[in-house]
């Protein structure tokens, strides 16, 4: 079972309420790749404004 979040209720034993390994593995990787994307986003955000205000100095007579 591969998933975000899940237990293995399948087992109904003692390890019912234990998260899978897996599970943990994807959640993980989720995060790292939702912060990759933030800062992908805070950079680009970043050169746009840059951009801006070098274009608006050369404007200036």
Do not use: I, W, Y
Request: avoid cysteine.
């Amino acid at each position: 079972m591969v998933g975000t979040g899940g237990t293995r209720a399948e087992d109904g034993g003692e390890h019912a309420n234990e998260p899978v390994a897996e599970d943990e593995a994807v959640t993980t990787v989720l995060a790292f790749v939702s912060d990759a994307a933030a800062e992908l986003e805070a950079v680009r955000q970043r050169r746009s404004m840059e951009s801006a205000a070098f274009a608006k100095v050369r404007r200036v007579p």
